[in-house]
């Protein structure tokens, strides 16, 4: 029986034997794993380093730092989200900020979390920023690219407003 020679090429052409197809699949699942897991060791020990560091005696006066003297700590829900972050973005890093390393990028987590509930934290206040180059520029560059990645996932429609004869506009997530 005698094929094509465009099929022969075609199927000795492929980097894997048809059989492999999952195997590699399933390698590059394992890959994705391990990073996610390393990532949320990599939080765990900033996290720790940070908790045992104080504020940055070098950009405080004397009363700022007796009524700000506190540790850095989040709470459980503000852990819970720095966890779904890194889980949400763990193949998009890069995404975030092209040239900023993964420990930057999950301190701008940390102090995302935190500035939710303390909108008065600064970054340039903590120690670790400035030793894992966390600046206030590069916490907005991954804070608003953050922001677009969640906008995008919802979307804008019309909603009759029942109070009035106009429609206004709604912005609801994708599900």
């Known amino acids: 029986m005698d094929r094509p020679i465009e099929y022969l090429i075609a199927k000795y052409e492929k980097p894997y034997v048809d059989g492999e197809g ?18 949320h060791l990599l939080f765990d020990e900033l996290y720790s380093e940070a908790q045992q560091e104080e504020l940055d005696i070098n950009q405080k006066t004397f ?7 506190k540790p850095f ?12 972050l890194i889980d949400m973005f763990n ?34 206040n903590w120690r670790i920023c400035t030793k894992y180059k966390l600046t206030e520029n ?5 804070l608003c690219r953050l ?8 979307y804008i429609r019309p909603v009759r407003y029942h109070g009035a004869d106009h ?9």
């Open 138 to 142: 590069v916490f907005e560059i991954i």
């Open 22 to 39: 999952k195997s590699q699949e399933t390698h590059n699942r394992i890959k994705q794993e391990a990073k996610r897991k390393n990532r």
């Open 91 to 124: 193949n998009k890093f890069k995404e975030l900020h092209g040239q900023a390393k993964e420990e930057t990028i999950i301190l701008a987590f940390m102090f995302y979390a935190k500035k939710i509930e303390e909108p008065r934290t600064r970054v340039t």
């Open 167 to 175: 429609e206004i506009l709604v912005r609801e997530g994708k599900r």
């Open 147 to 154: 922001v677009l990645y969640f906008m995008d996932k919802s």
């Open 63 to 69: 009363d700022e730092l007796y009524s700000e003297a």
């Open 73 to 84: 700590t989040l709470n459980t829900n503000q852990i819970k989200l720095v966890r779904y």
